[in-house]
Every structure is written in structure tokens, then in C-alpha cells.
């Protein structure tokens, strides 16, 4: 039997939105639903008025996932304009893969290319998760330039892309890009999630998994459709939001 990953789980509290999860709720989560593992990254809201806002946040990760007697996989939180080179150098080799999130922090992918870290850290050929959002400089597309020039870094493009159709048509061609569906249930609960009615493919239905799930498997491989949690936000945003989240799992695998 293969292992059941959970691909995007925060851990700590976070400044802006006040949610939190500590790590024995989330392996007490995971033994309840039989999840094996969890790739985990701090919160996204920290203290941005200083330099390595995430420096704390990465060496709790860090502790939580070395007492997780390898259930817990730690991805680095990257800030690319407010982290120094020295912290992200040193680090780097402790984690499995990196986090970017470019609402918090208020930066624009498409900037990346003058940022003194992210060469380094795409060079790591380490995975990716990036965080998308409904803005310009969030779309999955902002990142195009970046994938090619690294094209044995996996990225993963967490919250479906927010299904912007464009975006995930060029992103399909791309080897080494996969489809973070985190929070599918809770996303579907509320159109605000993804990409305006005229951005996205006519046929989906947005408040139906299946059919979001059905739209990216006709443009990736299945094995490029990765499932997450997305908690705690999907605790707090959709009431038995864990359970629902986990459902997203027998959605997929009747679909392969």
C-alpha cells in the first residue's frame, strides 16, 4: 500500500488570521484518518518588520518534525527579499523542500528574478510548494520564466492554481510542475477561492471536487495531482473541515 501524504499542512500560529495548530493535534489528526505522513511549514503571517521574519517559525518546524519520528517532513519558509543569504545557505540542507508565499510579505512573483536568495534556493532542485492566489502577482503564470530555468526543481502550485485556465493550459506542458489541490472542499465551498467565472474553463462546476478534479486530470498526469490538508485553515474555514479535506482522497482515487 502506498503512503498517504498530506502535501500542505501549517504548523504554529499564525499573526495575521490567529489560527494555529500544534504538532501532536496533527499527528493526533493523521492516526484518526490514517494519514502516514505530512509535508509541514510554518504559518504565512509573521513579523515582516524584520529581517528572516520566518527564522523562528522554520527552527520550531524543524524541532516538531525531528520529535515526529518521520512523520512530519519540513519544508523552510522563504521570504525572497527579506531573508538574507546567510540564513537561507545555512539551513537549506535541513529541510526537504521550500515554501513561498507571496501574500505575506506583500511581494510579486514576477520580481523573483531580483532577489539575492531565490537562484540558490531553486538551484537546491529541492520541491517547491508555492502559494497561489486571485492577484496578478500570485497567479501560477508569474512563475513561467522560473520553471524554465530550473527544470529539475519540482514545483507544486498549491490551491489548484485557483483553476486560472490559462495559467494551468502553459503549465501543463511543464515536467517538473504538480497541482497541490489543498483545501478542495473548502474551496468549493465558496467561489471567492478561485479565479473569476471568465478566467476559468466554462464546464467546471466550482462547488463540485469531482468535477475540479476531473478538469485538472484532463491536463496533467494523475501523479501530478497532489492532495493536502491545508490545515488549520481548512479546520477553521468549513465546519468538520479536516474530514471533508480527507474525503477529497476516495474523490481522487475513484478517479484513477
Known sequence: MSLIIDHHVHL??????????????????MNQYGINQSIVFSCPFQDFTKENPYHNPNNYILKSAGLSKGRLKPFMFIHPFLDTRKEVETL???????????QAGEYD???????????FVFGQKKPVIIHTGRTD???PKSLLDVITSFPKTPFYFAHAGRLFDDDLEQLSSKKNVYVDVSPLATMCSNPKFFA???QRKSNIEIDNPESVLRYLYSLFDKDK????????????????GYTKEVEILKIMGSLK
Not at 15 to 28: C, F, H, Q, R, T
Not at 109 to 119: T, V
Open 225 to 240: 495531482i497532489l492532495w493536502g490538508s491545508d490545515a488549520p485553515w481548512c479546520i477553521n474555514l468549513l465546519e468538520s
Open 12 to 29: 504554529g500560529t499564525d499573526n495575521k488570521s490567529g489560527y494555529k495548530l500544534e504538532p501532536k493535534e496533527l499527528i493526533n489528526l
Open 92 to 102: 537549506a540542507n535541513t529541510f526537504s523542500g521550500f515554501k513561498l508565499y507571496c
Open 137 to 139: 502577482k500570485s497567479r
Open 109 to 119: 512573483y514576477n520580481k523573483l528574478s531580483s532577489s539575492h536568495i531565490a537562484d
Open 196 to 198: 473569476g467565472k471568465e
